[in-house]
């Protein structure tokens, strides 16, 4: 009897213990336990956010972040996810075939996020596009912490990757891919600093966008890495103190704006594919006015692809540590090696692609 007792006593303690675990997949596979524990970190938006690691239940709402998620290795610590990642070449079958929530951004059924249990939820600080604040309120009336990040900066991209890394507890990693990037970004301004200063090129970029035309604006992640590699970029507009990331504009101010460009990228998108991009690119070469741009008429137009497939790489997501030297070879070939290897590298290092 007094061996029952002691025996039920054992039983009782490892069932509490057990509570204070969760399970999670080694490198081999083997399942291991971990002992949760809370951590507050500062996210992109500047708030202290507490969140229980590693994350076992994320929500996840835009394809940047989920495609740091993949980088990472935790697609397994994944409940949630926009429609738009069903699209991304550079997700697994795994993390694609998770519940979708809603559209990029936004929820589209709360039941279905509360269904899911999730521990933490991960979207964009971008108040232009959705209510952020309806958004951060109902997430904390139902107790969910929420980790905001920005597509802003280029160097905010091994910043996001080292904050996701240690709230799914994947440092390790995160520590690879930073130091990757960082070499990166240091062999390009190597590079640019061996451009002489009657060799800098003006560059402009127009995303044809639904039959109109769209220029990157300065402080897009695409500019920033133009100016990265030793070229001048020309657009730089702000309204009322705002300045979007994309501004749109009629033929005849494109034309006048920027007649000095020495070289006009054409980005494509998933709206606007490669197809219906070339044939722009031919209309304008073909086009008396569109040649009142000198870039226009001495054929110094490209066309560089930011949609979400496994060969584009200007978007801002790791996939800039490649996009860097994509930006270089197009203005300065002279100067910077093919980026083809670069990027086989890249998928196949950090996403298993090939």
Do not use: H
Not at 36 to 44: A, C, H, S, W, Y
Not at 260 to 269: E, F, G, H, P, R
């Amino acid at each position: 009897m007094r061996k029952a007792g002691i025996l039920l006593v054992a039983v009782l303690l490892l069932s509490v213990f057990a509570a204070g675990c969760v399970s999670n997949s080694g490198s081999n596979g083997e399942k291991t336990s971990i002992t949760p524990k809370e951590i507050t970190v500062k996210d992109f938006a500047g708030r202290s956010v507490t969140v229980k690691v590693p994350v076992q239940r994320a929500v996840i709402l835009s394809t940047s972040a989920l495609e740091i998620v993949q980088l990472l290795g935790a697609e397994d610590q994944v409940v949630g996810i926009p429609v738009e990642a069903k699209a991304d070449a550079l997700l697994s079958e795994k993390l694609k075939n998770k519940t979708v929530v809603g559209k990029r951004l936004k929820i589209e059924d709360w039941e279905k996020v509360l269904a899911l249990k999730p521990d933490l939820m991960v979207n964009l600080y971008l108040k232009k596009f959705y209510d952020v604040d309806e958004f951060l309120n109902k997430s904390a009336s139902y107790g969910i912490p929420v980790i905001m990040l920005r597509e802003d900066k280029l160097d905010d991209i091994p910043k996001a990757v080292e904050l996701l890394g240690k709230v799914f507890g994947k440092e390790e990693k995160a520590s690879e891919f930073e130091k990757y990037f960082n070499d990166q970004v240091s062999e390009v301004k190597k590079i640019a600093k061996k451009i002489p200063a009657n060799e800098r090129k003006k560059v402009v970029i127009i995303q044809p966008i639904m039959g109109k035309y769209y220029v990157v604006n300065g402080n897009d992640v695409i500019a920033q890495a133009v100016r990265l590699v030793g070229a001048e970029y020309m657009a730089n507009f702000t309204f009322n103190g705002y300045s979007p990331v994309r501004v749109p504009l009629d033929k005849e101010k494109l034309i006048t704006q920027f007649k000095d460009a020495d070289v006009v990228m054409l980005l494509t998108s998933t709206v606007t594919p490669y197809d219906k991009v070339e044939a722009i690119k031919n209309e304008m070469l073909n086009d008396e006015a569109w040649k009142g741009i000198k870039a226009v008429s001495e054929g110094n137009v490209y066309i560089l692809k930011a949609e979400l497939d496994k060969d584009s790489f200007l978007r801002w997501s790791p996939r800039m540590a490649v996009g860097i030297w994509v930006i270089g070879r197009t203005i300065y070939p002279d100067y910077y090696p093919d980026w083809k290897e670069k990027a086989d590298d890249f998928i196949r290092r950090f996403y298993g692609l090939s």
